[in-house]
């Protein structure tokens, strides 16, 4: 399997993205990262490029929900790199509230983040990907995709839902191509989206833990991998499978 040189990670400048970021980097991989917040990217591809002086680091400042904003991003990203090699869909929105409880804007935000600026980012990986002949989209779904989520998860796993069904149509549609597709589906990791619960949140993975797996994932280019694989991927079966009073109770 050949190994992807140039990697853009979205959502970069903290949690799961910055880590995976400080992952490759350490492979010795170059890296476009992108987020909304510039100083924090700054910070860390300086950080990067001190430790492995072999590697370049380009950082764009990038609020997903502005889309015409990440075609042009990518386009730069490719420019500065010479290729892209691979896109991870990282970036994401955790917000949300029951649904008719009066919170419609958390959960449009929630929705729009998480599925029309990850089409978005699709959409422009993915155009890249087919003028090289070559590429490899990796898209940051969640355990919660697996079935309709009671409470506060209603919308969020909606939105992730969604973004994996996308990632399962691009990778029906490039199947005979050299572009691949994986969807990763991440329990309860360590991050600030999780608000580092881990007295109060079960089965949490610690933040550097989590981060390998899903890098793990990453280098086989399965096409979906629960991450970590143990408890998760049988969770999952045990979830869809569950009566909808006793998934209630559970969440």
């Known amino acids: 399997m050949a190994v992807r040189t140039n990697i853009v990670i979205t959502g970069a400048s903290s949690g799961l993205?910055?880590?995976?970021?400080?992952?490759?980097?350490?492979q010795g991989r170059n890296l476009g990262l992108c987020a909304r917040r510039r100083d924090r990217l700054d910070t860390l591809a300086a950080e990067l490029t001190e430790r492995y002086p072999g590697i370049k680091v380009v950082?764009?400042?990038?609020?997903?929900?502005?889309?015409?904003?990440?075609f042009s991003v990518f386009?730069?990203?490719?420019?500065?790199?010479?290729?892209?090699?691979?896109?991870?869909?990282?970036?994401?929105?955790?917000?949300g509230q029951p649904?008719?409880?009066?919170?419609?804007?958390?959960?449009?935000?929630?929705?729009e983040t998480n599925t029309v600026a990850g089409l978005a980012q699709c959409e422009a990986a993915t155009a890249i990907f087919r003028e090289q002949n070559a590429g490899h989209l990796v898209v940051v779904s969640s355990f919660s995709a697996v079935r309709g989520m009671p409470r506060n998860l209603t919308a969020y796993a909606a939105s992730k839902a969604g973004v994996s069904t996308l990632a399962d149509g691009i990778r029906a549609d490039t199947l005979r191509t050299p572009i691949r597709v994986t969807t990763l589906l991440p329990g309860?990791?360590?991050?600030?989206?999780?608000?580092?619960?881990?007295?109060?949140?079960?089965?949490?993975?610690?933040?550097a833990a989590g981060?390998?797996?899903?890098?793990r994932a990453i280098e086989k280019e399965q096409a979906k991998a629960y991450i970590p694989p143990w408890p998760w991927a049988p969770l999952s079966v045990l979830v869809r499978a569950l009566p909808a009073g006793l998934l209630r109770k559970l969440t």
């Not at 950082?59 to 990440?70: A, F, K, P, S, Y």
């Not at 649904?99 to 929705?111: D, E, L, S």
């Not at 981060?211 to 890098?215: E, G, I, M, T």
């Open 211 to 215: 981060v390998r797996a899903l890098v």
């Open 188 to 207: 309860y990791i360590e991050s600030e989206m999780t608000g580092r619960k881990s007295g109060r949140t079960p089965l949490l993975t610690g933040s």
């Open 75 to 95: 386009d730069e990203f490719r420019a500065e790199l010479g290729t892209l090699d691979r896109v991870v869909v990282n970036a994401g929105l955790g917000k």
């Open 99 to 111: 649904v008719g409880t009066g919170h419609f804007a958390a959960n449009r935000q929630t929705v």
């Open 17 to 26: 993205g910055e880590g995976m970021a400080r992952e490759f980097a350490a």
């Open 59 to 70: 950082v764009r400042e990038l609020d997903v929900n502005d889309h015409d904003r990440v």
